[in-house]
């Protein structure tokens, strides 16, 4: 079943995008694409931005004397298990796990900044499904940045807010004309289940350190795993 949530729409189309999914899975999104709009909109994102990935690793020939290096040392591991190391389904297996975990090296990379990331969430309108701002936190700060274009008007500013449960929102700060907020580090506030909420604000800020309008940009943050 497709999620109706926006995260888990974006996250289960990204990998679609990457081909980690299950081969019955892959043909549901498939069949889906065509009339699901938010699906679609989900999967050309991450094309635009994975697909440009594979020119950052030329293609390369492997040594011609590799697999006879390979067969040598296999050799001692004994006849009886020959069989297995040979077989079809071994060497498929291991290469789904090589795509596996290039594939999420990927999306690592495509989606957060330098650091071991501890939380991420996807910014979109509250009436909307495609991403307007991606946001990450790790050890080494909190990245927020738009991936959509979204611009405040000429006399205003997009200004990040932290809503923890039960809680009054938090600034977090102004975002910055180029739809970027960065931070050194990452804020107290920030947690999972937390809503992130941006608002249009003063050049200068909310005036009375709360939303001054609604938000036009909302998500949650998960934990990553």
Known sequence: MIPEDPNELH??????????LEP??????????????ALRRAVTFWEERLHPLAALSPS??????LWPQIEKRIEGLGRTRAPLTRSLAFWRAAT???TAIAAGLALYVAVTPPGAPRYVAVLHAPQGAEPAFVATGGEKGFLVHAVATATAPADRAFELWAIPKGAKPQSL???AADGRLDLDRLPASLGDGVTLAI??????GAPHAVPSSAPVFVGTVVAAR
């Open 96 to 98: 789904a796990l090589a």
């Open 24 to 37: 019955e899975a892959t043909r549901e999104v498939a069949e889906a694409l065509a009339s699901h709009h």
């Open 11 to 20: 996250i289960l189309a990204g990998e679609y995008v990457l081909g980690v």
């Open 60 to 65: 390369a020939e492997p040594p011609k004397d």
């Open 173 to 175: 700060g102004l975002i």
């Open 199 to 204: 608002t249009i604000e003063p050049k200068a």
